[in-house]
């Protein structure tokens, strides 16, 4: 079965540092998409970054980037330079690209931004 | 931009109700999903559509049932509401045809059955 670990429930940064969230994750397909996702309370979900499956290099956008380990099924997210409003729920989640129309989430990790 | 909006941010209903979430999209995307999220399950699949009239059980479809009648609308529907489904909904489309599989997610409804 496809699953989607993030093992820490709750994580602390202090502004302007670097924090990174955990994520693995479980399949036999080799051509998949990962995601995370950007919760901010009360506010709508939105996509931070992706990482297609097939590519070696890890993706980036701005201060927020990726360490992609294929081999060993796992896909963390590092906010560099953190600030208040990435204050949110970050959910890890997976998609094959052929075969279904599905996408595996994690559980969540809620990112506190101290001041 | 795609807009993706759910028809009620917060919704109050007694046990035994029928209720009706909606949600619409203004992309043209294919795909369309429920979700439901709580504390410490993330979020799970209750059932996606991927085309007009199309539908797909997902993870925990029991006691609910959705409408697709047209491309941007998809609705869920709580045949009798139970306490146990007191939580928050989500809805997201998004189009393989962009070749991206991003999702795109409605702002929720928090939903309580008392």
């Known amino acids: 079965a496809q699953t989607v670990t993030q093992s820490q429930p709750e994580m602390s940064v202090q502004e302007a540092e670097t924090v990174t969230l955990s994520c693995t994750y479980d399949t036999s397909e080799s051509d998949y998409y990962l995601f995370w996702y950007k919760q901010p309370p009360s506010r709508q979900m939105i996509l931070v970054i992706r990482?297609?499956?097939?590519?070696?290099q890890n993706a980036t956008e701005n201060r927020f980037s990726v360490n992609f380990q294929k081999a060993a099924k796992s896909f963390s997210l590092k906010i560099s330079d953190s600030q208040l409003g990435d204050a949110a729920m970050y959910f890890c989640a997976y998609r094959i690209v052929l075969g279904t129309y599905k996408y595996i989430f994690g559980t969540g990790t809620r990112l506190k931004v101290l001041a | 931009d795609v807009k993706v909006t759910q028809s009620s941010r917060y919704l109050v209903k007694r046990t035994g109700e029928k209720v009706f979430l909606e949600c619409v999209q203004d992309?043209?995307?294919?795909?369309m999903f429920w979700y439901r999220q709580d504390p410490g399950l993330g979020l799970r699949l209750i059932y996606f559509?991927?085309?007009?009239?199309?539908?797909e059980k997902g993870d925990i479809p029991e006691g609910y049932s959705v409408s697709r009648e047209k491309k941007e609308r998809f609705s869920l529907i709580l045949e009798s509401a139970s306490t146990n489904q007191t939580s928050m909904y989500l809805c997201a489309s998004s189009s393989p045809g962009t070749g991206n599989y991003e999702q795109y997610f409605g702002p929720g409804t928090r939903l309580t059955v008392t």
């Open positions: 992309m043209d995307h294919e795909n």
């Open positions: 990482q297609e499956a097939y590519k070696q």
């Open positions: 559509s991927y085309d007009v009239k199309m539908k």
